[in-house]
């Protein structure tokens, strides 16, 4: 036979060769075609599973996004206050950080990465989230990535013409997932093409058990489910248990992504180092730890990593692109050039890239092949990059000169990205320019409202405010923009200035000498500068805003103090604390208090208003009042107010009661009845009617001692209970005043 026959595959190994050679759709049609044969073939059915969820993988360890709902409803506490260099909210801290003037940052304050990543994108503070995550494609924030996920597979799912491939309502997990021929398929089909992470983590955990907890990749997969559930903590200790059984690169890079979401960069970079010990020079474990350091600003070392990265593999394109763009803010560009080249060799092409490489020609003083490469980019753009796109074009422009093209560059950045912060600034200069100074101020302040963290929007709003005369809104803005950059000169000069026009604006109306037996001072409060266009000429016009103040010396706090003795003096006298009685004359104190003041106020200068001296002295007098009203009525409210003890009496009768009277009546009508009897008896013996009368006089007499002398002791007892509560109260008055007293001393004095 001359011609060679062509091998056809029929059946499962046509659909397992499918499957090799990555034609995913066509192995699962045959494998969709062998099922509605035979149903119950376990080879197909789980061949059919992972054609569907390989169709639909998502590699766990780049996705990264966090969406709104996760970041709302995440339980797990970070301190507020971190320590610099272990949190990826204080990423910067010495002169290691990257020039924040040189390179742009994000809303969360981090400079952007050579490549866009879901982490190194995202806002800041849920706050920013909200506000800032529309875009003019969708007026809708960011949600949720598990139901993102969830919507994924339901649409998968949908696509089918037969609708659900398993009903997993209806399935035996038990039974499948204790299946080793079985289960894993069955769970990578849940987790990715499904997006039910339940019941992935339910499948994960019976084949954990079946394995009796001595398979590594079944702790992996709980980890993964863990991870999607925002139970970090669990997801840690199944990852150290896996790595305690087998060392696998995707445990000590999945550990480090956990850690990085728990904002522990220090334990992730421990993690990946681990992992370096055992597997070197692997590339998932060096850009992880790349990364790392560069959201934690250290540039030099992330650099490092990923020329060690290069150094493996070649046409890593991150790394590329990291190492090209801190050679471009590190003011190298014809380096980064070189770079960027080279991933356009690779064939990747688009239009981030290209107008990389025309602002790399611009800096290199390359102008045609910059404007071939921007208008290669403009031409490919699309509407996620369109403002930065055009906000690049408005920055060439500038550099070119024609400001007018500039500006609409950058409004049409705007309307494509109303929360671009680039442009608004630099549109905002240009108006300042122009000397439309409340335009650029209403643009500045829009950038500062969508990102805090933007060193030249609060920079440039507090020069505006210098100008316009806003020392404390600029003392503000200036210390904000140097909590991003310390070093900023510029900031520095100008908080200088500003603290030396405070301090230099305060006139002298007298001199040092003189100054301190004047009467009288003028002080100045406040200070407006305003800025005044007239007729192409400009000028300052100073306002000044002066307080009159009375100075204190020895005539004005002599009254002060003899009023303040006075009413000491009262307070001892009216609330005794060690005798009971108080001398009558201690109600004129008020009156030579009243008399002190009138002196002191006629003798000093006063105008038409209450003087601050003058109320001085009337606030001490009201409060010698009050001590006397107080002395008057606080007996009758601690007897009727109840602030003593219900039997407390200050007034006891010391008399026999009505009823007590009635009783003893009684006893007198019987002795006088027993009187009678015995002058009857005394017919018939004498002797025992004088006994019987003797009797009856005796106990009547004990009944009215005794009766008097527990009236007595009651009365006396009362009186006591009184007397303690009394004493009790008139302390705390006493402490009262006297503290109320001294302090008004005090403040006056000062």
Not at 350 to 355: K, R, V
Not at 431 to 447: V, W
Not at 715 to 742: C, D, G, K, P, V
Request: overall charge neutral.
């Amino acid at each position: 036979m001359s011609a060679e026959k062509n091998i056809r595959f029929e059946g499962f190994v046509k659909a397992y060769r499918l499957f090799r050679n990555n034609k995913l759709a066509e192995a699962e049609a045959v494998c969709t075609e062998l099922l509605r044969k035979n149903p119950l073939d376990q080879a197909t059915w789980a061949l059919k599973l992972q054609c569907l969820s390989d169709a639909t993988y998502v590699d766990e360890l780049e996705n990264e996004d966090v969406g709104l709902a996760e970041a709302f409803l995440d339980q797990n506490v970070i301190a507020t206050n971190t320590r610099p260099g272990t949190s990826f909210q204080r990423p910067t801290t010495t002169a290691k950080g990257m020039n924040p003037i040189m390179r742009p940052t994000t809303n969360a304050g981090r400079p952007l990465s050579g490549i866009v990543r879901p982490q190194t994108m995202r806002q800041g503070t849920m706050e920013q989230a909200i506000r800032t995550a529309r875009t003019a494609k969708t007026a809708r924030a960011v949600s949720s990535t598990s139901a993102r996920n969830m919507r994924l597979g339901t649409a998968s799912m949908a696509a089918g013409a037969d609708g659900e491939f398993v009903n997993l309502a209806r399935l035996n997990i038990e039974k499948y997932a204790s299946d080793k021929q079985v289960n894993r398929q069955l769970f990578e089909y849940v987790f990715y093409f499904v997006g039910d992470i339940k019941v992935a983590h339910q499948i994960a955990g019976c084949a954990t058990r079946a394995a009796e907890y001595e398979d590594y990749y079944w702790k992996n997969q709980l980890a993964k489910c863990y991870y999607r559930l925002g139970m970090l903590p669990d997801a840690e200790k199944q990852l150290l248990s896996s790595a305690k059984q087998m060392y696998v690169v995707e445990t000590f890079a999945f550990l480090g992504k956990v850690y990085n979401r728990m904002d522990q960069p220090v334990a992730a970079l421990k993690s990946y180092s681990e992992g370096l010990s055992q597997f070197e020079h692997d590339v998932t474990l060096l850009t992880g730890m790349a990364r790392v350091k560069e959201l934690l600003g250290e540039y030099d070392d992330s650099i490092n990593i990923y020329k060690k990265v290069l150094e493996v593999q070649a046409n890593n394109i991150e790394a590329i692109a990291c190492v090209a763009t801190t050679h471009y803010y590190s003011g190298k560009p014809e380096i980064a050039l070189r770079y960027y080249r080279r991933i356009l060799q690779m064939g990747v092409s688009s239009a981030e890239l290209f107008m990389n490489i025309g602002l790399c020609c611009l800096a290199a003083q390359q102008f045609d092949f910059a404007l071939s490469s921007i208008m290669r980019a403009q031409a490919t753009m699309t509407e996620d990059v369109g403002a930065d796109i055009w906000y690049n074009i408005g920055h060439v422009m500038v550099e070119v000169g024609d400001l007018r093209y500039a500006a609409r560059a950058y409004r049409i950045a705007l309307s494509m990205d109303p929360d671009h912060c680039e442009s608004l600034v630099n549109l905002g200069i240009l108006k300042h320019q122009d000397g439309k100074i409340d335009e650029a101020r209403s643009l500045y302040q829009a950038a500062v409202s969508k990102n805090p963290q933007m060193f030249e929007a609060n920079f440039n709003l507090g020069m505006v405010s210098y100008q316009q005369g806003k020392y404390d809104d600029c003392r503000r803005l200036i210390t904000k923009a140097l909590e991003v950059f310390p070093e900023h000169e510029h900031c520095l000069k100008i908080l200088k200035m500003i603290k030396s026009i405070q301090l230099t604006l305060i006139p002298h109306f007298a001199m040092d000498s003189v100054q301190n037996s004047l009467e009288w001072n003028l002080s100045c409060t406040k200070t407006y500068v305003q800025w005044i266009v007239h007729h192409n000429d400009s000028f300052e016009q100073t306002i000044f805003e002066f307080k009159i103040s009375r100075q204190q010396n020895s005539f004005t706090r002599m009254p002060i103090v003899c009023i303040f003795l006075a009413n000491l003096i009262q307070i001892f006298a009216k609330f005794p604390v060690f005798k009971m009685e108080s001398n009558d004359l201690m109600c004129f104190f008020p009156i030579i208090q009243l008399i002190i003041g009138l002196i002191s106020s006629f003798s000093t200068p006063h105008s038409i208003y209450l003087t601050t001296f003058e109320s001085r002295l009337l606030a001490f007098i009201i409060l010698s009042v009050i001590i006397e009203l107080s002395q008057q009525l606080l007996p009758f409210f601690v007897f009727y107010l109840r602030c003593c003890p219900m039997e407390s009496d200050p007034n006891p009768p010391k008399y026999p009661s009505p009823g007590v009277q009635f009783s003893l009546d009684t006893e007198r009508s019987k002795c006088h009845a027993a009187l009678d009897s015995a002058r009857i008896d005394s017919v018939r013996s004498p002797r025992i009617a004088n006994f019987d009368m003797c009797m009856a006089e005796l106990k009547f007499t004990m009944s009215l001692l005794e009766e008097t002398i527990n009236q007595h002791s009651s009365a006396e007892w009362r009186q006591r209970l009184w007397r303690n509560s009394y004493h009790r109260i008139q302390t705390a008055m006493l402490l009262i005043f006297n503290i109320l007293n001294i302090s008004m001393l005090l403040t006056f004095l000062k």
